[in-house]
């Protein structure tokens, strides 16, 4: 079925891009010689610092079948060509059941409209989605086929639009909300269920299972989970590790938050991930997000330049340890900035609901420029793969259904960043040596986005025959 697209010009800033340090594995090379639709044109304002008169065009997205209310572009999810989008209370099928659409990221064409086998009313399907490869994951926290807001979530061949799978929780009860964030990751899948009682009320949980077969493989709980913590109210997923927010978990006062990771092959917890300046309410692990070996944390209501201006914080997977805070260069109070994260290689997104979207660079910690256009809820949720991003634009807490505001929508930016000078350094030394290789290999192994070359969403021989192209190339 065909989607509806707008493009038009925005101006950005002109900036290089070098992929982080990654995992560094001993088994190394160190020769280099080895081996549509309805298109209609408008022009949008976007807010860009500094502005150097470099264009790059934006595909904004909207289904096909909306009413006011559908809150599409809710959740968000890129990898490589192709990008799915949450519209979380859709009505097409009942009240609030909800849906998810599949688009070609390179051309804005919708592919396909997904809905669960059997809907359930209120299940708001597709308020989480993520995307790997060719496999798609929505969650659908509300739904009530087992028992009242018990929850699932569905896995997705996105070529074809087939349900695969449908996921529960072994263990799971009435009012868990399993499906509250999803995650998906080469052949494995995280599933929070932010309700789980395991370790008090409300305390929280996630889960892992093998894409392949639907089966669940482990469990996930804090180790010192508590009532009312909410983990697993944000999950990511790269390759082995896991990262999982609890935003209301009382380590520094009340609803400070943290965030905590996983080694998915084993269960075990890394490491727990708490701000240095933590502060009672500032809901650090709001949204979460991992490249490589870099993490990222929002703390949406952290109240360093007012009331919930908010922030985020980038981490070292492999020592824990705190690198950068970031905030925004214009932030107020009630911006809610960290609200959505999302990171890819050396770029971090993070939004703010209505107030814009900031891009940084997560050697340096520097703001690269802001976007913003004058679209309801735009900032809402954001995806980064590669040079691509899209910003979803929703706004769940206006529903009524009166204003056409309300569709939502979603914004897709494609090569917003020019290729790196080179490549294939992937540690960002300035030279080409067996380090990078060895990263190279690390991050194809876990099918991390910075070792996908041939940015198809696919980890093959094109890709290892596109890195040492890169890489016998050199650097300028």
Not at 73 to 85: K, P, Q
Not at 442 to 458: I, L
């Amino acid at each position: 079925m065909g989607g509806l697209f707008t493009l038009h010009d925005l101006s950005f800033a002109w900036f290089h891009v070098y992929t982080p340090t990654e995992r560094i594995l001993m088994n190394i090379m160190t020769s280099r010689e080895r081996p549509i639709s309805t298109i209609s044109l408008v022009l949008l304002a976007a807010v860009c610092c500094p502005a150097l008169g470099h264009a790059q065009e934006g595909i904004e997205l909207v289904a096909a079948e909306r009413i006011p209310g559908d809150v599409f572009g809710v959740s968000v999810a890129i990898s490589g060509t192709t990008l799915i989008v949450g519209a979380g209370e859709d009505n097409g099928s009942g009240n609030d059941t909800g849906c998810a659409y599949l688009f070609d990221s390179s051309t804005g064409t919708e592919l396909f409209r997904l809905t669960a086998s059997v809907v359930s009313e209120g299940g708001k399907f597709g308020a989480s989605v993520g995307v790997s490869g060719t496999t798609a994951i929505v969650g659908a926290a509300g739904n009530s086929e087992l028992g009242h807001r018990f929850g699932a979530a569905y896995l997705f061949d996105t070529t074809t639009g087939e349900q695969l799978f449908k996921l529960t929780a072994l263990d799971g009860d009435v009012r868990d909300q399993f499906g509250s964030s999803v995650s998906i990751s080469g052949n494995l899948a995280i599933v929070g269920s932010i309700a789980d009682d395991d370790r008090g009320l409300n305390s929280g949980s996630a889960y892992i299972f093998d894409v392949t077969t639907g089966q669940q493989l482990l469990k996930l709980t804090a180790s010192d989970g508590a009532e009312g913590d909410y983990f697993g109210n944000t999950v990511f997923l790269s390759g082995s590790t896991a990262i999982v927010g609890a935003y209301r978990n009382d380590e520094r006062g009340t609803d400070s938050g943290a965030a905590y990771l996983f080694d998915v092959t084993t269960g075990e917890e890394l490491f727990k991930l708490v701000a240095s300046d933590a502060a009672v309410e500032d809901w650090f692990g709001r949204s979460v997000s991992i490249s490589g070996t870099t993490v990222i944390v929002g703390a949406e209501r952290d109240d360093d330049s007012g009331t919930s201006s908010g922030s985020a914080y980038l981490f070292d997977s492999i020592t824990g340890q705190e690198i950068f805070k970031l905030t925004a260069s214009d932030a107020s109070s009630f911006k809610n900035f960290g609200h959505g994260v999302s990171i890819s290689g050396r770029t971090a997104v993070i939004t703010t609901p209505d107030a814009g979207t900031y891009f940084f660079d997560t050697m340096t910690g520097e703001e690269l420029f802001k976007l913003n256009l004058p679209a309801h809820g735009f900032g809402y949720s954001a995806a980064i793969s590669d040079r691509s991003v899209i910003v979803g634009a929703a706004d769940p807490g206006d529903d009524d259904g009166g204003d056409p505001d309300l569709f939502g929508s979603a914004f897709l930016f494609n090569d917003i960043v020019d290729l790196p000078a080179c490549p294939a350094d992937l540690t960002g030394e300035g030279d080409l040596n067996f380090l990078d290789v060895s990263a190279f290999l690390s991050a194809f192994g876990n099918q991390d986005p910075v070792a996908d070359f041939e940015a198809d969403g696919s980890f093959n021989f094109l890709d290892v025959s596109a890195f040492l192209a890169a890489f016998g190339a050199g650097c300028p």
